[in-house]
């Protein structure tokens, strides 16, 4: 199984990102998908998930419920954040998930398979 994130970068504060994670090695539409973060320092966290059997059942952190948009293309086995009004709160690695058959859950022990994390840097 791979999952492969990009799309990171710099940008400034209020700007947007799309992060792209795609599939490799599973079953795409069987597994539900989640993005979390890690700033320097700190643990890895939840931002959003979408489940595998519907992809309108969308949960975010707070910290970005508004301002970023999870969702899926089965057809391309790929994963997207759309991540708008950016924050230097935002800075982190952010890494993409993918769970068998379950629920789209917060945690990260909830979780089968990682990708590597694709750094996003906002700042002035």
């Known amino acids: 199984v791979q999952l492969q994130a990009c799309g990171g970068g710099s940008v400034q504060p209020g700007g947007s990102l799309r992060l792209s994670c795609a599939a490799s090695?599973?079953?795409?539409?069987?597994?539900?998908m989640a993005w979390f973060r890690q700033a320097p320092g700190k643990e890895r966290i939840f931002v959003a998930s979408?489940?595998?059997?519907?992809?309108?059942?969308?949960n975010y952190a707070v910290a970005v419920k508004g301002r970023f948009t999870i969702s899926r293309d089965n057809a391309k086995n790929t994963l997207y954040l759309q991540m708008g009004s950016l924050k230097p709160e935002d800075t982190a690695v952010y890494y993409c998930?993918?769970?068998?058959?379950?629920?789209?859950?917060?945690?990260?022990?909830?979780?089968?398979?990682w990708g590597q994390g694709t750094q996003v840097t906002v700042s002035s």
């Open positions: 090695g599973l079953t795409f539409n069987t597994h539900s």
């Open positions: 979408i489940p595998w059997w519907n992809a309108y059942s969308t």
């Open positions: 998930a993918a769970r068998f058959k379950g629920r789209a859950g917060v945690g990260t022990n909830e979780y089968d398979h």
